[in-house]
C-alpha cells in the first residue's frame, strides 16, 4: 500500500529532526513542544522547565448540562477544580512528560477529584511535567484550589444570571483581596461561562497571566446548580 504523502513527510522530517510537532490537548487553546530538563532526585518526575501554573476552576452547572451522569454533578457544585497546570509565558505548555505512575490511593483526593478518571488524565497530561511525585502535587492541586474564594453571589446561585466577563473577575478580585486583575482570566463558550483561571508562581502565589487567552464575549449566562 502507499504511503500517504503526509505520513511520508513525517517520516523522512523524523530523520532529520526529533519528529513531527504534538498534538494539541483538549485543555488548552494552545500549544507547542517544550524540552525536559534533568531529572530531580527528589521527585519522580522529570523536571520540566515551565514559568508558572494556570490554576482551571471549571463552572460545574456548564459542564453538567451536557454530562448530567458525570459523578461530580451528583454534587450539585458550582465551581470545581479541573486542574492545575504547568503553562508557559510565551502561550506553550509541557504536556506529557513522563510515564511514571499516579498517586498509590486515588481516592485521598476524591475531595477535589470525585471522578478518578479526571485526575488519572490531569497527572499523566499535567502533573508529569511539574517536577513533582504523585501525591506532592495534588497535594499542592489542593492547597490552591482552597486558596480562591468564591465570590458570594456565584456561591450562592439559584437562577440564571447574566453579567459582562469583566464584572465577573471584578467579584472574584473584591473577593480575594491578594488576587490582581492581571492574574484572572475566564474562559466560555456559547456565551456561557466555563472558567475562572488563576496564574500562580510555583509557591502559588499570585502572578501576571502571560499567554492566556480570556473570554471577550459582551455578557455570558451563568446557570445554577441543577
Not at 64 to 76: K, Y
Not at 213 to 218: F, K, L, P, T
Request: glycine share 4%; hydrophobic share 35%.
Amino acid at each position: 500500500m502507499q504511503m500517504p504523502m503526509t505520513a511520508f513527510a513525517c517520516v523522512l522530517l523524523s530523520l532529520l529532526i526529533t519528529g513531527c510537532t504534538r498534538q494539541t490537548a483538549p485543555d488548552h487553546p494552545v500549544a507547542a513542544p517544550s524540552t525536559a530538563a534533568h531529572i530531580s532526585p527528589a521527585s519522580s518526575t522529570p523536571t520540566q522547565a515551565f514559568d508558572y501554573y494556570l490554576l482551571n476552576l471549571s463552572w460545574s452547572p456548564e459542564f453538567c448540562h451536557s454530562h448530567p451522569s458525570d459523578v461530580q454533578c451528583a454534587r450539585h457544585s458550582t465551581f470545581v477544580l479541573h486542574g492545575l497546570w504547568p503553562e508557559n509565558n510565551n502561550g506553550s505548555y509541557p504536556e506529557n512528560c513522563s510515564t511514571a505512575p499516579g498517586p498509590s490511593d486515588p481516592s485521598q483526593y476524591s475531595d477535589i477529584y470525585p471522578d478518578a478518571g479526571l485526575l488519572q488524565h490531569e497527572w499523566k497530561t499535567h502533573g508529569t511535567c511539574s517536577g513533582l511525585a504523585p501525591d506532592a502535587f495534588f497535594q499542592l492541586a489542593r492547597t490552591a484550589f482552597h486558596s480562591v474564594a468564591i465570590p458570594e453571589t456565584l456561591a450562592n446561585l439559584n437562577k440564571q444570571i447574566s453579567l459582562p466577563p469583566a464584572k465577573i473577575l471584578s467579584m472574584f478580585t473584591e473577593a480575594n483581596s491578594g488576587i490582581p486583575a492581571g492574574s484572572l482570566a475566564m474562559t466560555c463558550g456559547s456565551n456561557y461561562l466555563t472558567a475562572i483561571e488563576v496564574c500562580l508562581d510555583k509557591s502559588l502565589h499570585p502572578v501576571a497571566c502571560s499567554g492566556v487567552r480570556s473570554c471577550r464575549a459582551n455578557s455570558v449566562r451563568i446557570p445554577p446548580p441543577q
